[in-house]
């Protein structure tokens, strides 16, 4: 079975400071994985993904996300955080069933970035 | 460019009412898909569709039915509508199969059931 682990619910940091939010996945095979922001009251926007190559993915808004295949994670982080960074994020991961695309997301991590 | 449009941003119904949300996409997407979304839940797929005359179930389909009878359009039914369906609900598109394609998401709906 394939799954997606995001193991904080929140994360608060500074503005201005670097911030990590936590992937972890279990796909058998090889991962594609995504990173998806949802503003309040908005549907989910694409940051970024990886689907092969280089480890580290940047995406929109500064926002890069670096593969670790060993460590099955996939963490997404921003030099400096802006206030207007807040919002829930989504990590996301693609597998194969019976041949049709069918994504798994985690629970979401909300982001607060205080001034 | 609209992308994914969904209808209505809100409603609210009585218990054992009806009713349809609507999704279009004009992207020419083969594949849509609807998803429920709760406190601490996440993305939860209700339905999704591989094309036109094709729709299977997702993870949470009890209580919902859907037909894609165009590329463009993917409602969802609600059938007898129940408390346990409040939720805010998002309309999905994907060009294909492929896995690495990206998602649209329409702004979803905001449903309440009493």
């Known amino acids: 079975a394939q799954s997606v682990a995001q193991p904080e619910d929140q994360v608060n940091v500074a503005e201005g400071n670097p911030l990590t939010v936590k992937c972890t996945y279990s796909?058998?095979?090889?991962?594609?994985l995504f990173w998806y922001v949802q503003y309040p009251n908005r549907g989910l926007q694409f940051l970024l993904k990886y689907i092969t190559g280089d480890n580290l993915v940047k995406g929109s808004y500064g926002f890069e996300a670096e593969f670790n295949k060993s460590q099955t994670s996939f963490h997404l982080k921003k030099p400096s955080a802006l206030v207007s960074d807040s919002a829930l994020y989504f990590c996301a991961v693609s597998h194969a069933s019976g041949g049709s695309y069918i994504p798994t997301f985690g629970r979401g991590t909300s982001l607060i970035v205080h001034p | 460019n609209a992308g994914v449009t969904q209808t209505p941003k809100f409603q609210v119904l009585k218990t054992g009412q009806s009713m349809t949300l609507q999704c279009a996409q004009d992207m020419n997407h083969e594949y849509m898909s609807w998803y429920r979304q709760d406190p601490g839940m996440g993305l939860r797929l209700i339905h999704y569709s591989v094309g036109a005359g094709i729709t299977d179930q997702g993870e949470v389909p009890n209580g919902y039915n859907v037909s894609r009878s165009t590329t463009e359009d993917f409602p969802l039914r609600l059938l007898s509508a129940a408390p346990s369906q409040t939720s805010v609900y998002f309309c999905?598109?994907?060009?294909?199969?492929?896995?690495?394609?990206?998602?649209?998401f329409g702004e979803g709906s905001w449903l309440t059931v009493v």
């Open positions: 796909v058998s095979g090889n991962p594609y």
């Open positions: 999905a598109s994907t060009q294909d199969r492929g896995l690495g394609n990206t998602i649209y």
